[in-house]
Structure formats: C-alpha cells, structure tokens
C-alpha cells in the first residue's frame, strides 16, 4: 500500500512540472506581457525598463529555473500585471470557485445516481429512455450555448433568476446547474451501465431467487460493486468540472479561478498563470489519489495488490 | 437515519439561506449599475494605465482639465493655462477643493502627482510627464511647468493623469489602487475582487453632490450577458454594444441605445517598404480599392463613419474635405497597380485579431475579397490579440494589418509621433517630408499655427504618401436604461458628473 502510494505521489509531482513548463514554454513563445502591460502609447524606451524591471530579459531556461526555485520554497512568484503574490490572488477567487464546483458537483452525484438507478432499475421503460435522453444532451450541448440559453429562459422570458454575479444563492442556480450538466448525464450513462452488468451477476440472481424484491436487491447488492467505475470517474469529473468553469465563470460574470486564469493567458501573465496551473493540477492530483484510497478501501484486490 | 438527518441538514441550510437573502431586484431608487467589460487590477494609473479601470477611476478622481463632447479641453481642478514662454506653462488651480479624506488640494498636490507619475516603481505614466524638468508653485494655487523641449499639449495630458492626495498615497504606497481616495463626485466604498465595485456619491463634491447616490460597477466579460443585464433592468449602462444588437436593445421597454462619434480609427496597416507595397502607388491602389461604403452598411450596420488620415473626426486638425478622397474606384487602382508595373497583381499577408474589435475578421474578409477584384490575391490570417499587438508594436508584422488606432490626448501629434515618425515608435512606411512636417507642428506652441501646420501634413500624407490603408471610425455605442439621464463623451471612459435619473 505504500509503495503504491509512493509511486502515484512520484507521478504526481512529474505531472506537476510537466504542467508548468508547457504552460511557461507556450505563454512565452506567443507575445510579450510587458507590450500588453503598457499598451499602445509604450515607446521601446519605457518596453526595455519594465522589461528589465520585470527580469524578463533573462534567458528563459534561467527564468523557468529561478521560477522552480521559488515553489520549491514555498513561493509560486508574483503576478506581472497585479504586483501581488499568485498565492493571495488564487486565495481571494479560490471561495467562489470551490463554491462553484463544489455544487455542482454534489449536484451532479445525486442526480446522476438517482437517474442512473432510475435507468436501470426500469430499463427499457419510458424512464430509461428519458434518462438516456437527457444523458445524450448533456454531454453533447457546449456549455456557452446551454448557459446563454438558461438566461433567456430563467432571466429574461421567466424572471426567476438574476442573469449573472456573485453573492446570494440566487446567483449559484444558473451557473451550477450548467456546470454540473455534463458530468451528470456520464455519471447517470455510466452508473446506469454498471448497474446492468452487475444485474447479471449470479449473485444477484441468488439475491432475487431467496425472494429480496427489486428495490432492495438494487440498494444492497448491485450498487456497492457498481460503484466502484463510478467513484474514479467522479475524481475525474473534477477535471472536466474546472475546465467547465472557464467558459461558465466568464458567462456568468462569477469571480473565479476560471476568469483569473483567462486574464492571465491573454495578459500573458505566466507568474500567475503557473501558479493557477501548480494549484489546479496540485488539486486534481490530490483527488485522483484521495479517488484511489477510496477505491483500495472498497476494493480489498487493490489493497493487497 | 443517519442519512435523513444529513439531508435535512441540507435543506435547513438551503431553505434558511433564501430567507436571509435579500431579492436580487431589490436596487434603491437612486442606485444604478454599470457594468465594466474587463477585470480591474487597480484603480491607480500608475499601476494599471487602462480605458476600463478609468470607467470607474474617473468617477472618483478628477483631472486638472477634461475634454467635452467635441474633445475641447475644458477646466477641471485647473482653472486655467497660459504659456509663459515657448517651454514653461502656467496653471491656475481651483481653491478650496478637499480630497475625500481630508486633505487639502494645492500646488503640491501637482508637483507630487506629476512626481509619482514618474517614479512610482513600474510606472505606467512615464511617457505622459517624462519631459517636464521642473515644477514650480509660486503660490498655493498656481503651478508652472518646464519642459525639455516647446510641449503644445501639455494641458491635454492632463485630462488623463488623475489628482492624488499626497499623504494618503504615500502611506499607502503600492496598495492605494486598491482603496484609492480622490477628489472625485463618487467614494470606493467596497470591493468584490472579480466582480464588483461599490461607489458612493461624495457629499463635499466641490461641483455639487452627485444626484445618484450609489454607483455598482459590475464586472462582465461575456458580451451576451451584459446584454442580457441590460435588457433584464439589471444594468443601467453597458459600453461598447456590438452593432447587431442595436436593433434589439431600442426595441426593449428598458433600454435604448446611445450613439455618438468615438475615437477608434480603423485602418490597414501597411507593414512593409519592400517592394511591391513600398511603391506608393501600390499603397494607392490598395486605398482605392475597398469599398468602405459597402462595409459600413453591411458589415457595421451603418455605425461607422468614412474618413481619411489618422487625425480623428472630433479631433481638432482634422480635415474633413478630405473624407471621400480616396473612394472605391476599381477601375482607378487597376491603373495604378498597371503603372507601378504589377498589372496582374500580387500575393500579401493580411492578419486581423479575432473578436477584438466590432466585426474584425467579417470586415478583414471584405476588404480581402475587393483586393481579389483587382487581382491582389489575399492570404488571411488570424491571430490572437496578444501576439498580435506584440509583433505589430515591434515592427515585426509584414503585409496588412486590419488594426485601431486611438487618440488619448485629442490632439493630432500622437498618431505620427506612435506611427508614422520614422524616430517613433512603431513606424512602418515613412517618408521625409513627413518627418520635417511633423516636427515643425509637434514644436509649434501656438494652437492655429499649429493645426494649420497639422492640416497640410494631413493632406501630404492621405495624397502623396498613403503610408497605410485609410478605412473608417466607429461609432461609439453605450446601452443605457431608459430611466438613466446621461450623455456621453467621444472618450471610452464614463463621466457621471451631472447623470440623472428620470422618474
């Protein structure tokens, strides 16, 4: 078990400075943030000072090293355009993005549970069809399109909700909602398919020959080992959830990490965007492993292993 | 059981917050809400020298001048200005002005602004005050300034370098964009890092206490939702509407649309001297060969205005006789491409950004579909506004580029000085005759001396030299709340000095 552990931690720290050497390489081969920073009316006289102010005129491979430095004590670096730490502006936007991503992922489980057990439990049935519906759609309508058209329907036809901002539970309906679509519709395809494979199980047909009725058979014994598929992809869910947030933060006007991390790209805000990048991925990988120890400890073949 | 208790755990927690929080709707009568296209850094030029902060810095700061609705330079904190000698101006302040903390506004609140301008670490107003080399208060109220060399426009610089308290400010150092104090109609009273400011109205303003009382600055980067708001009642004013959306905003019994003269210059920049391009009646076929007329009204649905030379519209200096000189005549540039011995045309780059300006790429496509009618065939390229701006700003772009050149001092000196001064700063196709004109004007302190000086350069560039691809200005376009009484400057920032609400 622990050297099962040790090992994943290894892949996670690789996967870590993979992450922020491409995002450096790529945000350094495509504009310059000093030009943006000071925009039309720089002359090359004021570009070469903060250029120089900034380090920026430093070797890249030195840069990127000194940059590695710094995280490896504790310092991810200082945005260029915000002269503030990476650290306090991920802090300030983390709330409202853990707030975000959080709902709709809870959001997502149940729902996707309940209509995945819902599915299989009536296969075939108008309810299985629905659910099979609603799961395509889900996964195949682009969140821009999903989240403009909710704002039609939910702000301007009905009035119900405000259109975007941050604040009141009001404002958290829209965004989560649209954010938690998608891995609902995989985790209901998903659960529902897992749940017929088990259904087939001898074991099952032992449970329902002893006389348990449907429901319980479901409940008891099918979902404990349909589960397991299920699990890891909600740890990858997380992923596709932060991804999410990028286009559904910037339509909703929500003040997340998903926006910072945009502004950063476009202001070619490397220092930043490393850091969002460091925190993003320190996050995933945290769950994919917090995903495998839940895994090991409903799966006694992965303990032993 | 445990698990009923959990979910009702829940539903308390979601039941309980909907009680305590209040409706969204709920906006005090004299409340109203603007909404900021672009996240705001800071609120200290210094830091972040931008149009979409000014939105709200302008609110909370004042200026020693301001420019009106025609872009003429009106008194603000300064009373008045005369030149004392070819380099040293003279202002005259306004007394008895206080900032929002206390502290008093002087002569030394000048000479420190002007200071910091320069000196703050990482700057971004050097280029604004780098010349001045001395600053003199002979008085409390009054100030005179010493440039290096003859600067006709000084006073114009500042209508955009904001007053600020000196004590406040040093104390505060790089943290008094955050919480800045100004002598502004409106006070910072909080902020929602990534989503919005709340100002309100400043009792003691010295122009009179602002008839709306609370101003939200809301932050929107997605053009859709901003509409939206606006058509909701949730925002009383978005900024720069996409043309397509006019038609849709005026038919709303909330909102309608503003229209006035803006100052974003569009035009093909011509990014080379080499040949064919660096022939200019290359450069002259290229004019005559787009047909601005057309994409105007159907590209820009008539929210644009044609015009010549780099000198804007509302800007004094402009020359207006000269708007349809190089209108769409075919047949004209075929003749020219023929005598600069490229009868059959040739093959150029074309690049434009994606999304950064009104209808970009729609109108780089029409313009690369006119040049195939003459036989310059087209290769578009589109690029990310970044990279973009970047190569174009180190003159590494070769062929065309469909880019917007702005005016912040209102003053024709700055588009040759950025442009088209062979010791500027990004200048691509140059020409001597420029240079000598250019500098005689840019040194010449008095003013119709000087715009006649500015008139005839015009006229030699738009006619002999054609040093880029003149197309059209767009019109500014807000979308206002029905109920918000306001009028607009050509500047992209929000003065709310004297808005109203009607009701």
Redesign the interface.
């Known amino acids: 078990m622990s050297r099962y552990l040790s090992l994943r931690l290894l892949q996670s720290v690789v996967v870590l400075f993979l992450a922020t050497f491409l995002a450096f390489a790529l945000l350094h081969l495509?504009?310059?943030p000093v030009?943006?920073?000071?925009?039309?009316?720089?002359?090359?006289q004021?570009i070469a000072r903060?250029r120089a102010?900034?380090r920026l005129d430093r070797p890249l491979a030195l840069q990127y090293l000194q940059w590695v430095r710094g995280v490896v004590h504790g310092d991810v670096g200082e945005s260029l355009?915000?002269?503030q730490s990476a650290t306090r502006l991920v802090a300030?936007?983390l709330p409202?993005s853990l707030l975000l991503a959080g709902s709709a992922m809870v959001l997502a489980v149940i729902a996707g549970s309940v209509l995945g057990l819902l599915a299989a439990a009536y296969r075939n049935s108008w309810i299985d069809h629905t659910v099979r519906i609603v799961a395509v759609l889900g996964q195949s309508i682009p969140f821009f399109w999903l989240a403009?058209m909710f704002?039609?329907v939910f702000?301007?036809i009905l009035?119900w909700?405000?259109?975007?901002?941050?604040?009141?539970?009001?404002?958290l309906v829209l965004p989560a909602v649209t954010l938690s679509l998608l891995s609902m519709a995989r985790i209901a395809r998903l659960l529902r398919s897992a749940l017929l494979d088990v259904m087939n199980e001898d074991y099952i047909r032992t449970a329902r020959g002893k006389g348990l009725d449907l429901k319980r058979v479901v409940v008891r014994h099918a979902l404990k080992n349909a589960a397991l598929p299920v699990i890891t992809v909600i740890a990858l869910q997380f992923g596709a959830v932060f991804g999410g947030a990028i286009i559904t933060e910037?339509?909703?006007?929500?003040?997340?990490i998903g926006?910072?991390s945009?502004?950063a790209a476009?202001?070619?805000d490397y220092p930043l965007f490393q850091g969002i990048v460091v925190l993003s991925a320190l996050t995933f990988v945290t769950l994919n492993l917090l995903a495998d120890l839940v895994y090991a400890a409903l799966d006694p073949r992965i303990r032993y292993a | 059981m445990r698990t009923r208790g959990v979910s009702l755990f829940v539903l308390i927690v979601?039941l309980g917050?909907?009680l305590v929080?209040?409706?969204?709707?709920a906006q005090a009568p004299s409340s109203i809400t603007i909404v900021v296209p672009?996240?705001i850094?800071?609120l200290d030029k210094a830091?972040?020298?931008?149009f979409n902060s000014a939105i709200v810095g302008h609110n909370i700061f004042d200026r020693l001048f301001q420019f009106d609705e025609n872009m003429h330079l009106q008194p603000m904190l300064a009373l008045s200005s005369r030149t004392i000698n070819e380099t040293t101006w003279e202002f005259k302040l306004r007394q008895g002005v206080r900032f929002q903390n206390g502290e008093p506004f002087n002569a030394e609140t000048v000479r420190y602004t002007v200071n910091r301008a320069l000196n703050f670490?990482?700057s971004?107003l050097?280029?604004l005050v780098r010349d001045i080399t001395n600053i003199e208060t002979p008085d409390p109220y009054t100030v005179r300034m010493t440039s290096r060399t003859p600067d006709p426009i000084l006073p114009n610089k500042f209508a955009w370098i904001d007053m600020v308290p000196p004590k406040y400010a040093e104390q505060q150092g790089?943290n008094f964009g955050e919480g800045p104090v100004g002598t502004g109609p409106y006070r910072l009273v909080s902020w929602?890092?990534?989503?919005?400011l709340v100002t309100e109205a400043n009792p003691d303003y010295w122009g009179g206490k602002p008839a709306i009382s609370r101003v939200v600055y809301?932050?929107?980067?997605?053009p859709?939702?901003r509409t939206?708001?606006l058509?909701?009642g949730?925002a009383d004013l978005i900024t720069n509407v996409d043309p397509d959306l006019v038609e849709r905003i005026n038919a709303s019994p909330r909102a309608k649309i503003l229209r006035g003269p803006g100052l974003r210059r569009m035009l093909l920049v011509i990014g080379q001297q080499a040949e064919p391009l660096g022939d200019v009646r290359v450069r002259q076929a290229l004019n005559y060969a787009v047909d601005r007329d057309s994409i105007i009204r159907n590209i820009l649905r008539g929210y644009a205005r044609k015009t010549m030379g780099l000198v804007q519209y509302v800007v004094p200096g402009h020359l207006t006789q000269l708007d349809g000189y190089y209108d769409y005549n075919p047949g004209k540039a075929k003749e020219l491409l023929e005598a600069a011995g490229v009868p059959n045309g040739f093959t150029v780059d074309m690049y434009t950004p994606v999304g950064t300006f009104p209808k970009d790429k729609e109108t780089a496509e029409a313009i690369a579909s006119q040049y195939q009618r003459i036989g310059i065939r087209v290769n578009l390229i589109t690029m990310?506004?970044?990279?973009f701006?970047?190569q174009l700003?180190?003159k590494q772009m070769r062929g065309l580029s469909y880019m917007r050149?702005?005016n912040?001092v209102g003053d024709p000196s700055?588009g040759y000085f950025?442009s088209f001064w062979s010791k500027g700063?990004r200048p691509y196709v140059t020409d001597a005759r420029i240079d000598e004109m250019f500098e005689k004007a840019q040194g010449t302190v008095d003013k119709q001396r000087r715009l006649a000086l500015y008139r005839e350069l015009e006229r030699h560039a738009i006619t002999q030299v054609a040093p880029q691809v003149f197309l059209f200005e767009l019109d500014n376009l807000w979308g206002l709340s029905r109920r918000l009484n306001w009028s607009q400057t050509p500047e992209e920032t929000v003065n709310l000095r004297g808005a109203r609400l009607s009701q």
């Open positions: 495509a504009g310059d030009q943006l920073m000071l925009g039309e009316t720089a002359t090359q004021d903060l102010e900034l355009r915000y002269q300030e936007r409202a403009l704002i039609v702000s301007l009035g909700l405000p259109t975007s901002g941050y604040g009141t539970w009001r404002h910037t339509i909703f006007g929500w003040p997340g926006r910072l945009i502004d476009v202001g070619r | 979601l917050g909907g929080s209040p409706p969204a709707s672009a996240d850094r800071s830091v972040e020298n931008l670490p990482r971004a050097p280029y790089a929602n890092k990534g989503s919005e809301r932050i929107v980067t997605e859709s939702t939206a708001m058509l909701n949730e990310e506004w970044g990279k701006f970047a700003n180190s050149y702005g912040s700055e950025y700063v």
